[in-house]
Protein backbone atom coordinates (compact mmCIF):
# COMPACT_ATOMS: atom_id res chain seq x y z
CA UNK A 1 0.00 0.00 0.00
CA UNK A 2 1.42 3.54 -0.85
CA UNK A 3 2.02 6.54 1.29
CA UNK A 4 -1.50 8.66 1.56
CA UNK A 5 -1.36 12.55 1.36
CA UNK A 6 -3.07 12.03 4.64
CA UNK A 7 0.32 10.57 5.86
CA UNK A 8 2.59 13.16 3.83
CA UNK A 9 0.34 15.53 5.95
CA UNK A 10 1.00 13.93 9.95
CA UNK A 11 4.49 13.71 9.19
CA UNK A 12 4.89 17.41 8.01
CA UNK A 13 3.20 18.81 10.84
CA UNK A 14 3.63 16.06 13.85
CA UNK A 15 3.47 17.79 16.95
CA UNK A 16 -0.59 19.48 17.07
CA UNK A 17 1.70 22.79 19.23
CA UNK A 18 3.39 23.30 16.26
CA UNK A 19 0.36 23.02 13.79
CA UNK A 20 0.35 25.96 11.65
CA UNK A 21 -2.05 28.97 11.09
CA UNK A 22 -4.77 28.01 8.66
CA UNK A 23 -2.43 29.64 5.61
CA UNK A 24 0.15 27.61 6.34
CA UNK A 25 -1.71 24.56 6.83
CA UNK A 26 -3.01 25.14 2.98
CA UNK A 27 0.26 25.39 1.90
CA UNK A 28 1.51 22.13 3.60
CA UNK A 29 -1.55 20.19 2.16
CA UNK A 30 -0.75 21.12 -1.70
CA UNK A 31 2.44 20.24 -0.81
CA UNK A 32 2.01 16.64 0.39
CA UNK A 33 -0.65 16.74 -2.22
CA UNK A 34 2.15 17.18 -4.73
CA UNK A 35 4.86 15.17 -3.31
CA UNK A 36 1.80 12.16 -3.43
CA UNK A 37 1.62 12.72 -7.20
CA UNK A 38 5.28 12.66 -7.39
CA UNK A 39 7.05 10.40 -5.54
CA UNK A 40 4.30 7.61 -4.89
CA UNK A 41 1.75 8.23 -8.30
CA UNK A 42 5.27 9.08 -10.18
CA UNK A 43 3.79 12.06 -12.12
CA UNK A 44 5.88 14.14 -13.67
CA UNK A 45 5.61 18.05 -12.64
CA UNK A 46 4.45 18.77 -16.00
CA UNK A 47 1.19 16.26 -15.62
CA UNK A 48 1.01 17.53 -11.85
CA UNK A 49 1.14 21.48 -13.36
CA UNK A 50 -1.76 20.53 -15.98
CA UNK A 51 -3.71 19.28 -13.56
CA UNK A 52 -3.76 21.53 -11.30
CA UNK A 53 -3.47 24.55 -13.84
CA UNK A 54 -0.11 25.80 -12.51
CA UNK A 55 3.05 26.23 -13.75
CA UNK A 56 5.74 23.31 -13.79
CA UNK A 57 7.83 25.63 -12.31
CA UNK A 58 5.55 26.31 -9.38
CA UNK A 59 5.43 22.35 -9.06
CA UNK A 60 9.06 21.73 -8.63
CA UNK A 61 9.20 24.68 -6.03
CA UNK A 62 6.56 23.05 -3.91
CA UNK A 63 8.25 19.63 -4.54
CA UNK A 64 11.52 20.85 -3.22
CA UNK A 65 9.82 23.06 0.10
CA UNK A 66 7.43 19.87 0.88
CA UNK A 67 10.94 17.67 1.00
CA UNK A 68 13.01 20.20 2.60
CA UNK A 69 9.71 20.54 5.34
CA UNK A 70 9.76 16.59 5.68
CA UNK A 71 13.46 17.09 6.41
CA UNK A 72 12.98 19.22 8.95
CA UNK A 73 10.25 17.07 10.34
CA UNK A 74 12.99 14.09 10.47
CA UNK A 75 15.06 16.44 12.24
CA UNK A 76 12.55 17.05 15.50
CA UNK A 77 12.56 13.72 15.67
CA UNK A 78 9.23 12.77 14.05
CA UNK A 79 9.42 9.75 12.96
CA UNK A 80 8.99 9.18 9.07
CA UNK A 81 6.72 7.03 7.22
CA UNK A 82 8.31 3.81 6.23
CA UNK A 83 7.40 3.56 2.66
CA UNK A 84 8.19 7.17 1.92
CA UNK A 85 10.96 6.47 -0.83
CA UNK A 86 10.33 3.29 -1.84
Request: hydrophobic share 40%.
Amino acid sequence: MGLSVEDLLRFMTPEPALRPLPSKARRNRRMAEILHEHYVLGATAEQIAARRHITPSTVRTALRQGMHVLRHSAQRGARAPTDLFR
